[in-house]
């Protein structure tokens, strides 16, 4: 490799606004491929609380004065400078022993990670502060007391302890959620591959476009640091199920019901599904993820297949196709030419991998690979953390207890024969809850019967067949849309996900009270709350439109010359509409009733003002509902209220939302609707 030579660096923290080292010279980090020191790494004397307190009482202030899509928008800004960066972080990632594709889904698939989140904040949630959830709850007949639940970010740090085998990804996707939400963070990553995460931060603070105190850094033990976190903070950790719940038990967590989100060990299956017999694209496609998952970082990572569960009648087949691909696999250098698997992460990983196959053979056979010796094309397999990859048979599959409950973190799987798809999810579910599990077919019923079995013991359930070969992500790649995290052995946690995520780190309260109180904390109006009627609010720009601006249309009536035009001109002809026995005998309606669509379109007529002004566009209704039938000679009249208002942080528009509600001349609700108009944020006045 070409920066063996390197004089070690001293790793550096990042805490109280500037990079401390630890007392003391440092213990050693090792390239994983080559085996000499990479890096010197400690904490002592570092001072933890303080830093905890730092975080609270500059990082979080300064996070909460941004609005939401303020602080998307600047993730998207960082993220953008590392996408500028990244071959810098390619270089110091083989020194992880992953090679650069390897590597891909660590730097490329992190910083993108982020990206996307920054992108559905800005898209899904509210350029406010305050996220209101669900629908106004009304708790009183006359609608005098009213309830909403709102998400606030809590007012803490968020505390994540990392894995060593994604160093970038690892922590992007735990602070883009957390600092989208508000929350300042402190990051701790696995001392294996520190070096890498430290480089990352670095460069993120450079760009000076984090708030003082929203991101810290932990390179090394993090000491006395849990023994300090209050009920406002939250803590994240991914690692082993034993150092888990040692944490979770932390009497500081346990005293303070501080909120604990664990990712643990995962014995994750793939299925091949009855149908897929050799030469089915299906039986192919299988195959080659379980390869693909066994070599990818040399098999260190949480999502990986361990246990391949097949027909017992394709078992040899699986594994003779399986054997026949591992072979050709080239081990070696991470940089080296043409290779495709590089190091674990330490020589003591691997042993421990070899270690964990000792205990794992109890039940089963190894039926490919040596997991003592190895082939490489490059480097010295007594120096570097090499090993080739290794298949095992499990002798009596549901049997086999340590097959389904130890974790080789490495280039191992077992294969397990079963006889139907009843036993094939037995075998499954015995890894006691898993990350992700995955099953190929091209059968609807297979699919059916095995994933509603695999559900509710699997964060994510990855069907395969030739319809999705070309477009899937595959087995193991967690996306930032979707749930990361799984039941039982797994952790019982739950990370990305979308905007799930980000509420994770915000509190979700109840708010009661008038709809004037609770649309004076929320920003948002509230059916009963003080409306106002000086002008059309079609003309006002966002810097003149203010919530409660409403216009009440004039009244106009339904006929049926205006049904009988509107079914014939959209082809709508429905036989509720044109058929007057037929609508009788319909349980729901008098007589013929004019379409729901009509009436919409009716209001838009009603509430619409024609000239130019600052509304640019319609984008769409949410929560359409049609709630009394509408008559011929019935008359319709519309209530428009500005309902919400939330401007773009980076653009000369914002997004309105408007309630509408369409009454007859009984002042009953025929429909009621939310219209989204895009509004100029500001607009000559009129002539």
């Known amino acids: 490799m070409k920066d063996t030579a390197v004089k070690p660096r001293r790793l550096q923290s990042y805490l109280e606004g500037a990079w401390r080292a630890g007392t003391g010279e440092g213990r050693p980090v090792y390239n994983a491929a080559t085996g000499q020191i990479h890096a010197l790494i400690g904490t002592e004397g570092l001072d933890f609380k303080a830093a905890l307190e730092w975080g609270r009482r500059v990082g979080g202030p300064a996070l909460r004065k941004q609005t939401i899509h303020e602080r998307a928008l600047m993730l998207k800004a960082i993220g953008l400078k590392l996408m500028e960066m990244k071959e810098e972080f390619y270089l110091e990632n083989f020194a992880t022993g992953a090679t650069r594709k390897d590597g891909w889904i660590d730097i490329d698939g992190g910083i993108g990670t982020m990206l996307t989140f920054s992108s559905k904040a800005r898209l899904e949630l509210p350029n406010a502060k305050l996220i209101t959830e669900g629908p106004v709850e009304r708790l009183s007949r006359d609608g005098s007391f009213v309830a909403q639940h709102v998400l606030s970010p809590m007012e803490g740090v968020a505390v994540h302890i990392n894995a060593f085998n994604f160093p970038i990804w690892g922590m992007l996707e735990k602070i883009a959620p957390s600092l989208i939400a508000g929350m300042p963070c402190i990051v701790k990553p696995a001392s294996q591959t520190a070096y890498l995460t430290e480089l990352v931060v670095r460069r993120m603070l450079e760009t000076g476009l984090l708030p003082e105190g929203a ?14 976190v209050s009920e406002q903070d939250v803590v994240t950790f991914t690692g082993s199920a034993g150092t888990g719940r040692m944490l979770k038990a932390t009497p500081a967590i346990v005293q303070n019901s501080v909120r604990f989100t664990m990712e643990a060990d995962s014995l994750n299956a793939s299925v091949l599904g009855d149908d897929a017999e050799p030469g089915t694209p299906e039986f192919d496609l299988f195959v080659k993820e379980v ?11 949480c999502t990986a297949i361990r246990r391949a569960i097949v027909p017992s009648r394709f078992e040899d087949a699986v594994i003779e196709q399986l054997s026949a691909r591992l072979a050709k696999t080239a081990i070696g250098l991470p940089d080296g030419e043409g290779v ?7 020589r003591k990983d691997r042993d421990g991998v070899r270690e964990k196959i000792r205990e794992i053979a109890a039940d089963c056979e190894i039926v490919s690979g040596d997991p003592e010796n190895v082939t490489l094309v490059s480097g010295d397999a007594g120096q570097g953390a090499f090993m080739a990859p290794v298949l095992m048979r499990a002798r009596d599959p549901m049997s086999a207890d340590a097959a389904h409950g130890i974790e080789a973190f490495g280039p191992v799987a077992t294969v397990m024969g079963y006889q139907d798809a009843d036993e094939a999810v037995a075998l499954a579910r015995k890894g006691r809850g898993s990350l992700v599990s995955s099953l190929f077919t091209n059968d609807r019923d297979i699919a059916r019967d095995v994933v509603t079995g695999l559900a509710p013991y699997h964060g994510r359930v990855l069907i395969g067949n030739r319809g999705s070969a070309k477009t899937s992500t595959g087995h193991g790649s967690p996306l930032a849309p979707l749930v990361h995290g799984g039941p039982g052995r797994a952790g019982g946690g739950e990370e990305m996900g979308g905007i799930r995520g980000v509420k994770h780190f915000m509190q979700r309260t109840a708010i009661q009270g008038t709809p004037e109180m609770l649309s004076a904390v929320t920003g ?10 000086d002008g059309h609010p079609f003309r006002k720009s966002l810097a003149e439109l203010r919530i409660g601006d409403q216009v009440v249309t004039k009244s106009r009536e339904v006929t049926q010359e205006d049904v009988e035009h509107f079914a014939h001109f959209t082809g709508d002809t429905f036989y509720a509409h044109m058929n007057s ?23 838009a007529g009603l509430f619409v003002d024609p000239e130019p002004g600052p509304v640019l566009a ?4 949410d929560n359409l ?12 009249q519309v209530r428009l209220t500005c309902k919400e208002i939330n401007p773009r942080a980076n653009g000369d528009y914002g997004e309105v939302r408007w309630d509408c509600r369409v009454s007859n001349q009984k002042d009953e609700v025929v429909a009621q609707y939310d219209v989204l108009t895009l509004v100029a944020k500001t607009w000559p006045q009129a002539a």
Not at 524 to 533: E, I, K, R, T, Y
Not at 581 to 603: C, Q
Not at 625 to 636: A, K, N, Q, W
């Open 215 to 228: 991101l810290q850094l932990v390179t090394g033990s993090a000491g006395d640091l849990l023994d300090h």
């Open 291 to 301: 390869a693909r998952e066994m070599t990818v970082k040399a098999g260190q990572k």
């Open 340 to 346: 495709q698997m590089g190091a674990l992460v330490s």
């Open 524 to 533: 948002q109006w509230v059916d009963g709350a003080p409306a106002q009627s």
């Open 581 to 603: 026995d037929a609508a009788k005998a319909n349980p729901f309606f008098e007589d013929r009733v004019a379409h729901g669509y009509l009436i919409a379109s009716f209001a």
């Open 618 to 621: 319609n984008y769409g209704v």
């Open 625 to 636: 509902r049609f709630l009394t039938p509408v008559y011929f000679g019935d008359s319709l």
